[in-house]
């Protein structure tokens, strides 16, 4: 009995990530990697989970090994036992880490990882994206963890990069008035490999692996009121992944209402689950009998997409910039692209990509719309951001 309590403590303390409270996010404390080869002894991804309120999908780090030897990070994850030593195990065949690439401008739940996993590779160099800031206070990158000496902006043209041998990249930069969203898509030539941050995303109908290693948050989201006991079977895995995805997306879709919390307080002491991990009962969500469609309309067999937040209330302030971005990238011949998040890798080519921005072309296809009805409140978050001055206003189609 000892013994397996030691093991328990020990591989409880390779999951562990003791920084979370910068970033509280589930599973706060305790996060497991999953490492996936893409490319036969070339690229490989290494997956976590987190979100909020069991809204839970995956966040994931790329390693490529470079012609010359040794490897570069793109996006780092939280650095936990497991994670490094998964990493280590790649060191030991392929060479140390080089380069490690912080791709995003205005996603804190990438950048709070990239000091803490740079310190565990003393000898890499640091690339962010242009014009990088911090929220409340915008605060220099070394007081947010990232070493001085080693860290430094991404040359506007890729062919300086020092790594320009295997890779092209283009720098997208959307201009939010007050701030800026931007990332940086990488293209590995030998692999014919293209990562993005946010840009374009798949989802599919089963939950990714490494969501399936903790299927509580699915089966949490399955239930259709508060009464209804959580039960783990594949059906409920699968309806549960699929209620998070729109949460994930829409933040509120159509399909969905939302029970007022005084209801949902005193519906609570009737919960057939009222422990602390069931939040004590309080479920304040109930699913309309058709959400089923938005998923579908949403995911539509894998297809690749762009996020809806992305599309009503960032991309659309500079259509012209993210389409001549989009070209850019999709001059590049790919046949796969690995996203930070969701479904990873996704089977596409150049022009998939270069499709799923039509929905800022005047000629979209209604096909290439998401659902007007499933944006309501995301339009609604549109209009207050335009009204108070945090963003401009978004442009018209081109």
Sequence with gaps: MQLQTVDTENRLREFDWAL??????????QRRTLRQEVVKDTVWTFDQAQGIFYVVVP?????????????????????????????????????????????????????????????????????????????????????????????????????????????????????LKQRSFGEVALYHKSSRSLLVTDAVLSVSAEAPPIVQLDPYPMLFHARDDAFEPIQDTAANRRKGWQRIALFAFYFQPKALETIPLRQAYRDSFKAADRSKRAYFGIYPFRWKANWERSFESLSQGGRLFVAPILQALILNRAPQTVLTWADQV?????????????????????????????????????????????????????????????????????
């Design 59 to 175: 966040i994931r780090m790329t390693v490529v090994r470079l012609q010359s030897g040794g490897l570069l990070v793109y996006a780092p994850i939280a650095p936990t036992q497991e994670c490094i030593r998964l990493v280590q195990e790649l060191v030991a065949q392929h060479g140390e880490v080089k380069y490690i690439i912080l791709p995003t401008v205005s996603g804190l739940e990438h950048k709070v990882f990239v000091g803490p996993f740079a310190r565990r590779f003393p000898q890499a160099q640091i690339f962010v994206a242009p014009n990088q800031w911090s929220f409340p206070l915008n605060l220099p990158l070394s007081w947010l963890g990232f070493p001085p000496n080693r860290t430094q902006v991404l040359p506007f043209n890729s062919a300086a990069a020092p790594f320009a041998d295997d890779f092209d990249y283009a720098t997208l930069d959307v201009d």
């Design 330 to 398: 999709a001059k590049w011949d790919f046949e796969r692209i690995l996203p930070c998040h969701l479904d990873s890798p996704i089977v596409a080519s150049s022009s998939q990509f270069r499709a799923a921005f039509t929905f800022l072309e005047k000629a979209a296809n209604s096909a290439d719309l998401l659902p007007s009805e499933d944006l309501e409140f995301l339009m609604q978050l549109n209009t207050g951001l335009t009204k108070r001055g945090i963003t401009p206003a978004a442009q018209e189609r081109i």
């Design 20 to 29: 979370w409270p910068l970033v509280p996010l589930y599973p706060y404390r």
